[in-house]
């Protein structure tokens, strides 16, 4: 039995198999729990609006015809997480599986390192964003078009009987690739090396030879030249942001020739010896190993075991005898070599001109997808050479695949961390602000979680609450108060200033009076919207820097909106910071019977608050139903509960003062206060 599943393993169907198998182990464990992040928040409200003029709109800055993808991947997943998620990925293994049969039927006798060569593709190291999968689903479709591009031509080479059908394919699938995403465009240079190494020479001269590539080669140079008079002749007329993505060492190269040389030599040393060295050290570091992190010892365990059954799948095949006789090692060794540099190279090459890194940059990753593919070729060819025996190369390309495993696995665990963060930031924003009124600009004084964006919060409120919105004028947006107070963005913080933003073809305008300032650090407490009750209460984000500027009368309780369960899952189990926003709410509307109510339900059902200041509401509630006793208890556990609250208690309990005439029963209490809150006459003396 064991012996049948071994052998088929080793088959061509059995390994595809396997190849998603370490797929799934790499990026699958987690993909029930992740959600969409960053430039996802783009296609989750170009979706909504259902309108494929705002798609072109959208990317007519950078790359318009990958709307036509985005566009389908939208429709096909229906703005669901993990449908999603479960698309690219699959789709990632549809790009490797044509990398696959390209270098099978190149290298037909070198059947053990290109399936190496694939299983390093499918998991490299190099590109950490996986999670991202909305995003990258286009990313990962280009890819797929040009390694079948590039398997076409191989095979129509190979197979003379199918030209006629494979080649005007491969040269189709060129151009889809080519005019969707530059990405991949580099990897294009590689194509008349490897029709050199498929045309013998069969005794012609070099002349001959070289005219019968350039033939084969010449309509992936036209469709390099469609590109060329498309990207930079026609576009720069349509585009409203041309100079993104412009190749500016081009440019500086007609300035100072050596200095631009120089900087791109720099940058394609640093990005080489990341692709071959450090994106496969990076996956073992020391400072990294935490025994007590359970999370830890879960990755680490599952590499583990993809390491021993990748060896255990593949240890049998002598990488030496596979290929024929002498001549074939000969030759599929430096070729591999060549190949893999090359690979590297001529992918990272339209990156490099635009004066960008693959290591340089927050998420500049994402520029390693196209030179990882040498640096796959690259990694086996040099296990093969200098690797010793088939069982220590084995072991080797099994370790770093099994690291590599191990490594994405922790990323997609601090991806799942953050998407529960976003879940508990939308869900309680909702409770507190069930609908807010059109214009309202959401200001926080920092991105309250990682893996987002300013935008990508904007585009998810607008996604919660403007649900039929269908152009590219955007009723809310986010502002991140702290960096952009000052910019057009935040001019100030006084009223009646305008705000005005805009995201690519989208569009923000409002007010500094119709904000509403909202701080989020769960680590401090609940999600806070700033209210008189809250300006001189020691703060969870400095959001009091930004105090003055929320209005929370835009603030509606008359609808409600909450964040689609399609594409947030079950709204979150009611817990403290469920009852405290509801009672804030409660508390902002003067409902005091309703904030009492919450404060039962809460205590029944054993919830408190980690911080005092979320009692103040509370607070306020009973001295407003005349229940001074319980008041003056919760004030006495808020101050328990957190340091320096004092003054907003102290100002709490003068309105109160100020807001009734006041009986024996109210100045006792605050009498008794007044040695624990040192409140200071004449400025927040109760």
């Known amino acids: 039995m064991i012996k049948k599943l071994h052998g088929w393993l080793e088959g061509e169907t059995g390994f595809l198999i396997l190849l998603g198998l370490a797929l799934l182990t790499a990026f699958g464990l987690q993909i029930t729990r992740v959600g969409f992040y960053w430039d996802d928040w783009q296609m989750v409200y170009l979706a909504q609006t259902d309108n494929f003029r705002l798609y072109w709109e959208h ?144 005794g012609e001269k070099l002349f001959a030879r070289l005219s019968r590539i350039l033939r084969l080669w010449l309509p992936y140079g036209a469709v390099l030249v469609i590109f060329a008079v498309w990207r930079f002749v026609y576009f720069p007329q349509i585009s409203y942001h041309a100079e993104a993505n412009t190749p500016s060492l081009i440019l500086q190269m007609l300035k100072s020739p050596f200095a631009a040389l120089l900087a791109l030599a720099q940058i394609a040393l640093r990005d080489f010896l990341h692709l071959t060295v450090f994106a496969w050290t990076n996956t073992f570091l020391p400072e990294e190993i935490e025994l007590q992190a359970k999370s830890f010892l879960f990755a ?55 004066d960008r890194s693959i290591i340089v940059g927050s998420w500049s990753d994402r520029f390693a997808l196209a030179p990882m593919l040498g640096a796959s070729i690259l990694a086996v060819a040099l296990v093969d050479w200098f690797g010793g025996n088939p069982n220590r190369k084995t072991i080797l390309l099994a370790a770093l695949t099994g690291l590599s495993a191990a490594y994405h696995i922790q990323i997609a665990n601090k991806f799942r961390l953050h998407w529960e963060l976003q879940r508990a930031y939308y869900w309680q924003l909702s409770w507190r602000a069930p609908a807010l009124q059109p214009g309202t600009a959401v200001i926080g004084p920092s991105i309250p979680m990682n893996y987002v964006a300013g935008y990508s919060l904007g585009l998810a409120l607008n996604v919660i609450y403007a649900p039929e919105q269908r152009t590219a004028e955007m009723p809310y947006w986010f502002i991140n108060g702290l960096r952009e107070l000052g910019s057009k963005r935040l001019p ?129 509630a009973y001295a407003q139903l005349g229940n001074l006793p319980m008041a003056e208890t919760l004030s006495r556990q808020a101050l328990e509960k957190t340091e320096n609250l004092e003054p907003a208690l102290c100002t709490l309990w003068k309105r109160l003062e100020s807001q009734s005439t006041p009986g024996p029963e109210r100045q006792e209490a605050i009498q008794r206060l007044q040695a624990v809150l040192q409140c200071h006459s004449g400025t927040t003396t109760p």
Not at 109 to 124: E, F, P, T, Y
Not at 303 to 332: K, V, Y
Not at 505 to 524: E, I
Request: aromatic share 14%; net charge neutral.
């Open 300 to 354: 680490v365990g599952v590499g583990a075991l993809l390491a021993a059954m990748l060896f255990w799948t593949l240890r049998c095949t002598s990488p030496d005898a596979t290929l024929p006789e002498t001549q074939g090692q000969n030759r599929f060794l430096p070729q591999a070599v060549l190949l893999g540099a090359l690979g590297i190279l001529f992918g990272g090459l339209p990156i490099w001109l635009t």
């Open 59 to 202: 990317f007519l800055s950078d790359r318009p015809f990958v709307a036509w993808i985005y566009w389908l991947v939208t429709h096909l997943v229906v703005q669901s997480p993990l449908a999603a998620h479960i698309l690219t990925l699959a789709v990632r293994w549809v790009s490797v599986l044509g990398f696959y049969l390209a270098l099978r039927e190149l290298w037909r006798g070198a059947r053990w390192q290109v399936r190496w060569m694939s299983l390093l593709l499918a998991i490299s190291p190099a590109f950490l964003q996986q999670q991202v999968a909305y995003t990258y689903s286009a990313h990962f479709i280009t890819y797929a078009l040009f390694t079948f591009s590039l398997a076409a031509m191989i095979w129509a080479v190979r197979k003379p009987q199918l030209m006629r059908w494979l080649m005007p394919l491969s040269w189709l699938l060129t151009l889809l690739h080519v005019m969707s995403m530059e990405y991949f465009i580099g990897l294009e240079l590689l194509r008349p090396l490897i029709l050199w190494w498929m045309t013998s020479s069969n």
């Open 492 to 620: 100030g913080n006084e009223k009646e200033l305008p705000i005005e933003d805009q995201f690519r073809n989208l569009t923000f305008k409002g007010s500094t009076s119709q904000s509403v300032v909202v701080a989020f650090n769960p680590a401090r407490g609940c999600l806070r919207v700033m209210d008189e009750i809250y300006l001189q209460a020691p703060p969870i984000d400095n959001e009091n820097k930004l105090s003055a500027l929320s209005n929370t009368r835009q603030i509606l309780a008359t609808s409600v909106h909450q964040p689609p369960t399609a594409l947030f899952g079950s709204e979150l189990s009611p817990d403290w910071c469920y009852f405290f926003e509801k009672a804030d709410l409660a508390r902002q509307l003067g409902d005091w019977e309703e904030v009492i109510r919450l404060w039962d339900a809460a205590t029944s059902a054993g919830y408190s608050p980690q911080n005092g200041v979320e009692l103040l509401p509370f607070v306020e």
